[in-house]
């Protein structure tokens, strides 16, 4: 299973990417690509041209100019005391302490840890972000440039200013092929960094797009001195992996002492550190990493106690496995906290492979996936299933298309299955007056109208090749989740099997589109954006290291992101995105899975966290950006611990 950190507006800093094995041309090409969709727009209506310290994408920001720390932050949290967190993002092991390139696993954590961002995003807000490296912003009245004012307090680790020079120098090796595809994707928006004085550098958009401003406010900067040899020699950026980064961040490298463990302190000159989008945040003075090679072994180092959080994603587990005598005394507890929107997760099909371009085929894996009967059995009915790629939020779709929604699908209805016009689809149940032997017959209809037909003991096609479909993972104890699904496969007739495999070389083949089916997610975002292009187009199909993983070609699908990265107010935009999940749920692109209502977090009674939870986060970054080691208890008074002392 693998989960790909959004570089949009999924939450206030930005996660670690994982990309393809080699950006070479293509990320050119596929950022000239994301370039032309976005500037294919409609002419937008001009916007007010305005200066603020805090910007949002449609409407106002919620905080004033004035306020002193977001809600969900707590500034009055101890700032003293360490943190041991588990494995971050899934990798058992690390070997690149550069987190933009696609060579190497990245260091857990280490872009939000050591590379600040031009705004913070706040994770209680659609997409809004306020001060950080820049202190101001100006969007011109077209919409076409903004322009940031760097903060003259602002320092690199090593003590240098940071400048509008550095900013641009960022940008440029971002969107250059030595820096991963996902990278030049995300910012391709942005034509140029237009250095206008030492602390003020304008942004040229291809469009007058409303997140553009934020997406420029995304972007991470780093010193030009990172990567130069003692010799005074530069090495390429996408060669520098072991080199330290010259943070702009809280944090820098204490130790490594191998490639399972990490150690970051936080920087004491953090010029940044009583900022309002960064009060409350960052209380660990030592942040450990620990990487361990299974989900059961991370959990028995939980449970003796020798790291402080586990994030729990299995369902079983949690039910049955967190207990023992450390939370029978109240060393560790187990909390579960409010979610916000869901996140898609399913098994992806590659569209790639001919036995899965038609979308009959596909709609007949869906069938086979017995959703009810694993959550009853074995997830404890901890989950819920997914009908839509944005589950619990107001982008998702539901009811029949409205008047906007069929507007922009009408040109396509030649082209999309029927029921893309009709109420929107639920996903296959087997709760009774269902069953999973009913949804296996409707199944064989799909597979036999698409012409595959059971003969000589398989599932064949006209020409007598039988249907093969490996489903490939990383992840010990997926097979749970796996294994009956592919055995509902094979009362079809379809040699399914599961293969599972260690993560370098699972990456290595969904970078490179070689699989038939895997299990996958990708994060919930606040609000659909950018990261639409790098998911779901054309063009991002055939670029190796996209996010397009199920290989969509779709003209519809094009035209709707074209829609939503387009749009101009939240109601189009929200129209678009119900278009577009209407086509992709009906198009069968994956099998949806289920999701959790809430985040399932075991950890030591001695850490705290602000009694407000954000909105929108990612538990993981909570833990880190926001936790706190409480102060120890005071057991005696001042006179009978002196008394104590003095006896002893």
């Known amino acids: 299973m693998r989960i790909v950190h959004s570089l949009a507006f999924s939450r206030a800093r930005r996660g670690s990417i994982r990309a393809g094995a080699s950006a070479g041309g293509g990320a050119g090409r596929w950022a000239r690509a994301t370039v032309a969709v976005l500037a294919a727009s409609l002419a937008l209506p001009a916007l ?31 700032a003293d005391g360490e943190l041991v967190f588990q494995n971050y993002d899934q990798p058992q092991s690390y070997d690149s302490l550069n987190p933009f390139i696609v060579r190497g696993l990245a260091a857990p954590d280490i872009q939000n840890l050591m590379f600040d961002t031009l705004m913070q995003r706040s994770w209680d807000e659609l997409a809004s972000e306020y001060p950080l490296i820049a202190d101001d912003v100006e969007v011109a009245a077209d919409g076409r440039s903004a322009t940031f004012h760097i903060n003259p307090a602002a320092r690199f680790s090593n003590g240098d200013a940071i400048t509008a020079a550095e900013v641009k120098y960022s940008l440029d090796t971002l969107k250059s092929p030595q820096a991963s595809p996902l990278f030049a994707s995300q910012f391709a928006v942005i034509k140029d960094a237009v250095v206008l004085d030492r602390l003020t550098v304008r942004f040229d958009f291809g469009d007058a797009s409303r997140a553009n401003p934020l997406i420029a406010g995304d972007l991470p900067v780093f010193s030009p001195k990172w990567g130069v040899q003692p010799d ?95 939370f029978d005394n109240g060393m560790l507890a187990k909390g579960m906290f409010r979610e916000g929107p869901a996140q898609m997760q399913g098994f992806l099909i590659n569209t790639r492979e001919p036995q899965f371009q038609d979308v009959r085929v596909r709609h007949a894996l869906a069938l086979a996936f017995d959703y009810d009967w694993m959550n009853r059995m074995m997830f404890y009915g901890q989950y819920r299933r997914l009908n839509s790629y944005w589950e619990d939020s107001p982008f998702g779709a539901t009811g029949v298309p409205s008047e906007k929604e069929l507007k922009l699908l009408e040109p396509f209805r030649a082209t999309l299955p029927p029921e893309v016009f009709g109420p929107m689809v639920r996903q296959p149940s087997t709760l009774p007056p269902n069953s999973l032997r009913g949804n296996l017959r409707h199944a064989r209809e799909l597979l036999a109208e698409a012409g595959w037909h059971f003969r000589d003991g398989a599932l064949r096609d006209e020409s007598g090749t039988p249907m093969r479909i490996e489903i490939i993972d990383d992840q010990p104890g997926m097979d749970r989740l796996i294994v009956p699904y592919t055995q509902a496969l094979q009362t079809l007739g379809i040699d399914a099997h599961m293969r599972e495999l260690d993560s370098a070389l699972y990456q290595k083949r969904l970078d490179n589109f070689q699989y038939d089916m895997t299990t996958f997610i990708y994060p919930e975002v606040t609000i659909p954006g950018i990261e639409l292009i790098r998911r779901f187009t054309s063009e991002a199909a055939a670029q190796v290291g996209s996010e397009n993983y199920p290989g969509i070609r779709s003209k519809a699908v094009d035209a709707l992101v074209h829609a939503a990265v387009g749009a101009t107010t939240l109601d189009d935009l929200e129209a678009a995105t119900h278009a577009l999940d209407r ?31 954000p909105v929108s986060y990612r538990y993981e970054d909570w833990v880190i950006d926001y936790w706190y080691r409480k102060p120890p208890r005071r057991t005696q008074t001042a006179s009978s611990a002196s008394s104590a002392t003095a006896v002893h």
């Open 48 to 78: 007010p041209a305005y200066a603020a310290p805090g910007i949002a994408q449609f409407g106002t920001p919620k905080y004033p100019p004035n306020f002193t720390h977001f809600d969900y932050a707590d500034p009055d949290a101890p």
């Open 583 to 613: 086509v992709l749920i009906n198009e069968y692109y994956l099998v949806p899975q289920y999701y959790m209502p809430h985040a399932r977090i075991g950890y030591k009674t001695t850490l705290g966290h602000p009694n407000v939870v």
């Open 232 to 326: 005074g020699r530069r090495l390429p950026f996408d060669q520098i992996a072991t080199d330290l980064p010259i943070a702009s961040g809280p944090y820098l490298i204490e130790s490594r002492k191998n490639d399972k463990t990490i150690i970051y302190y936080r920087n004491p000159k953090y010029w940044a550190a009583d900022l309002p989008a960064r009060r409350g945040m960052y209380r660990f003075r030592r942040i450990t990493f620990k990487l361990y090679l299974d989900q059961y072994t991370k959990l028995e180092a939980f449970k003796a106690g020798d790291d402080d959080v586990d994030v729990e994603y299995s369902a079983t587990q949690w039910a049955r496995k967190y207990v023992g005598k450390n």
